[in-house]
């Protein structure tokens, strides 16, 4: 359990800090909670605190060999109504990298972020159909 305090972390390196924060904040309801650029940011959303670690920081610093595991890992956000959300991401410059693909559990389609971080909008099959919230529910 998470209090408003406590974040489930996740770092991205990413090219251009402000760049990044400019798209997690503009197009997928994020918030800022610290701004050190060009070095760092974190943005929050729920309790999901995103580490954004430009080339000068200290997380961006190589990953030492066999650490990191194979796959295409990313960061999973839930949305009531995804073919509204692939609406409004396709009319700004967002670079979608799947088409949507449903199963059981819902419906869901991969972007990335500046840098080519992945982020994977999913709709539950339970809001399939359902009314559409406020956008990414802040």
């Not at 924060?21 to 650029?37: E, I, P, Q």
């Not at 449903?102 to 709709?123: K, V, W, Y």
Request: glycine share 8%.
């Amino acid at each position: 359990m998470t209090t408003s305090t406590e974040y489930a972390s996740v770092r991205y390196l990413v090219d251009d800090v402000q760049k990044a924060v400019d798209f997690y904040t503009d197009r997928l309801g994020f918030v800022l909670h610290t701004n050190a650029a060009p070095a760092f940011a974190d943005v929050v959303r729920g309790s999901l605190r995103l580490l954004l670690s430009g080339p000068s920081s200290s997380g961006a610093r190589a990953t030492p060999a066999g650490a990191a595991g194979p796959g295409a890992n990313r960061i999973h956000l839930v949305v009531a109504d995804l073919d509204t959300e692939i609406e409004h991401l396709r009319a700004t410059d967002v670079e979608f990298r799947s088409e949507v693909v449903s199963g059981p559990g819902g419906r869901q389609i991969l972007l990335a972020d500046p840098t080519g971080n992945l982020i994977e909008l999913f709709q539950p099959a339970a809001a399939v159909g359902s009314t559409p919230s406020d956008r990414f529910a802040r």
